[in-house]
């Protein structure tokens, strides 16, 4: 039976008669919450004027391949955050989580301050790739979440906060985007032409970003702690300069306590312990077919010398390549991969519905052919699309406060990934119908399919970052895990938009515009076929529920095998 946790004034909790639980990370995870705000906020900054960006650069005279250029744009960011992807977690293993993060932040920073000074699509590419090459910070702040919570009654609330810091991102970077591109067209009265602002119409929401951006680097330096298990030992000067500015200021706790040497040893030791607890699952999908006789990481944890194991451990993975084929299972291989096809499908929905949204009727109108032949658009401006994609944002923000922690703990990440894979191909297969419907009813029509791609996306990411979590064999391979999980993601994100984009093009000039989003709707079912094959971390292969007679046994099998291998006897548990 599972006992209610009590508080202690420590800032922990305890289980009467089991191991203290840590208290939750929240000051922690406001800081790594004001760092990742700042690339929502750039990223999507952008999705409002592309398709106007585009025409400005005057590459093509052809309205239909707007799209393609602008999936261009939208993919060299992430072609480039593939090629880096993998080297940026293996740093992070190396160097520490805090220095990649501000490295990524930085790079962000210069980034769109490049790409507000573009003056033709070439510079604009040079800057998205910038962008791409210096940022690794998605696989690290996965992996720095799962280091600051390491208690599986606590994923389903750590795993939604950084979700929820997206779509705030997506609320404002929208917003701003659409609302200071082109200032001299939309305020004549305040900006004038033949300023600096008419010469480069787009820098004005760039310039917006990289100060956020700025923000965000000076947040993280001076209170961000690391994370690492190893490197989180070593002495950090930002960190101290941040608490000593917060001394002088009666109203504020320090960001983080000293501790004495001991203290960190024991939290260096608790840090190490694989990911996987069988005997600590996520509420309400616990199961009983877990067998905790069998499994090697119970055993080496009865162990008292936990230190000389998780040594021995690092030392092997080094001889092997941070053992590639230990650390890589198939269940690791098979989410990272249904990781990739979801990135996929859900950046090309994002990258398709502003161009979607600003696109005109065609002047030389094509006589449509129901169910598949047709061609339209919704013609709005570039503040209309901004507008829209911020109301999505704020209620992504809703469903990711009040409706994922109450999902994920209700039905467990697996069965809720598994239920939306299956079902995401029906998104894409209905929305280019919505340009058919009467005008009256099209933003009704694009309401509910926003709050469904919205709903959808909110639960599905949170559960694969929960089961990456759950599969990964230690805390020591979790950054390269979440390093290639990001390089595999970034990859697909980068062919999403260039294909949908050639495919819109394709389909607005041979009368089918809705082909894009019934491409996407095909990789969706791929997609549901790799995420049904992947297993449930919380079952293991014998099915024999623990029962106290076969508890006792277990633990007399703990202690003879660590007294043979020259350990001191484990105490039994009682």
Same mark, same amino acid.
């Given at each position: 039976m599972r006992h209610s946790p009590l508080t202690r004034t420590s800032g922990s909790s305890v289980n009467n008669g089991?191991?203290?639980?840590?208290?939750?990370?929240?000051?922690?995870?406001?800081?790594?919450?004001?760092?990742?705000?700042?690339?929502?906020?750039?990223?999507?900054?952008?999705?409002?004027y592309v398709y106007f960006m585009i025409e400005d650069f005057h590459v093509t005279e052809d309205a239909s391949r707007i799209a393609f250029y602008a999936g261009m744009v939208t993919s060299a960011f992430t072609f480039a955050e593939f090629s880096t992807g993998l080297l940026w977690g293996r740093l992070s293993d190396k160097i520490g989580r805090k220095p990649v993060l501000l490295t990524g932040l930085a790079g962000t920073a210069l980034s769109v301050l490049v790409f507000g000074f573009a003056p033709n699509l070439t510079v604009a590419l040079l800057a998205r790739a910038i962008g791409g090459l210096l940022n690794g910070n998605m696989g690290v702040v996965q992996t720095t979440v799962t280091e600051l919570v390491t208690n599986k009654e606590q994923q389903p609330r750590a795993y939604t906060i950084m979700p929820v810091v997206w779509c705030l991102g997506s609320i404002i970077g929208p917003m701003i985007g659409g609302a200071l591109a082109r200032p001299c067209i939309s305020y004549p009265s305040l900006f004038s032409p033949g300023t600096i602002w008419d010469r480069y119409p787009y820098l004005l929401p760039n310039l917006f970003s990289a100060f956020i951006v700025l923000i965000g680097v000076v947040n993280g330096f001076l209170f961000l702690e690391e994370t690492h298990s190893q490197k989180k030992?070593?002495?950090?000067?930002?960190?101290?300069?941040?608490n000593w500015i917060l001394d002088r200021i009666a109203r504020f706790r320090r960001c983080a306590e000293p501790r004495d040497e001991k203290s960190k040893l024991k939290d260096r030791e608790d840090e190490m312990q694989p990911l996987?607890?069988?005997?600590?699952?996520?509420?309400?999908?616990?199961?009983?077919?877990?067998?905790?006789?069998?499994?090697?990481?119970?055993?080496?944890?009865?162990?008292?010398?936990?230190?000389?194991?998780?040594?021995?451990?690092?030392?092997?993975?080094?001889?092997?390549?941070?053992?590639? /084929?230990?650390?890589?299972t198939r269940p690791v291989v098979l989410n990272i991969i249904s990781f990739g096809i979801l990135a996929f499908h859900t950046m090309t929905f994002d990258q398709l519905l502003p161009v979607f949204l600003a696109t005109a009727p065609p002047k030389n109108r094509i006589e449509p052919s129901l169910p598949l032949k047709f061609v339209d658009g919704f013609n709005l401006d570039s503040k209309t699309v901004g507008i829209i994609l911020s109301l999505q944002g704020a209620y992504q923000l809703l469903v990711n406060m009040f409706l994922v922690p109450r999902v994920l703990s209700r039905f467990g990440p697996l069965r809720s990934f598994r239920f939306i894979v299956v079902a995401y191909f029906l998104l894409y297969l209905l929305t280019p119908y919505l340009v058919l419907l009467p005008p009256a009813y099209r933003m009704i029509g694009l309401a509910i399919v926003l709050a469904w791609k919205c709903t959808f996306s909110t639960i599905v990411y949170p559960s694969n970052a929960i089961l990456i979590a759950d599969l990964a064999p230690s805390h020591l391979a979790l950054g390269t895990i979440n390093g290639v999980a990001a390089s595999t993601a970034s990859l697909c994100r980068a062919f999403g938009p260039?294909?949908?984009?050639?495919?819109? /093009?394709?389909?607005?000039?041979?009368?089918?515009?809705?082909?894009?989003?019934?491409? /996407?709707?095909?990789?969706?079912?791929?997609?549901?076929?790799?995420?049904?094959?992947i297993p449930d971390p919380t079952v293991r292969s014998t099915p024999t529920p623990p029962s106290q007679d076969n508890a006792h046994d277990r633990d007399v099998e703990v202690a003879e095998q660590s007294q043979a291998s020259g350990h001191a006897q484990a105490n039994p548990r009682s």
């Open positions: 089991r191991a203290p639980v840590p208290a939750f990370p929240r000051r922690q995870m406001l800081v790594l919450a004001i760092c990742r705000i700042c690339e929502p906020i750039a990223f999507m900054g952008i999705f409002p030992m070593q002495r950090d000067r930002g960190l101290e300069l941040g996987l607890d069988h005997d600590e699952q996520l509420p309400t999908y616990r199961t009983n077919d877990n067998t905790p006789a069998n499994s090697p990481r119970l055993k080496s944890a009865s162990a008292p010398t936990i230190t000389q194991d998780v040594l021995d451990l690092t030392q092997s993975m080094e001889d092997v390549g941070v053992g590639f /084929s230990k650390t890589f260039t294909i949908s984009g050639i495919l819109y /093009s394709v389909g607005l000039k041979t009368g089918y515009s809705g082909l894009a989003w019934w491409s /996407s709707a095909l990789v969706a079912i791929g997609g549901a076929i790799v995420g049904l094959r």
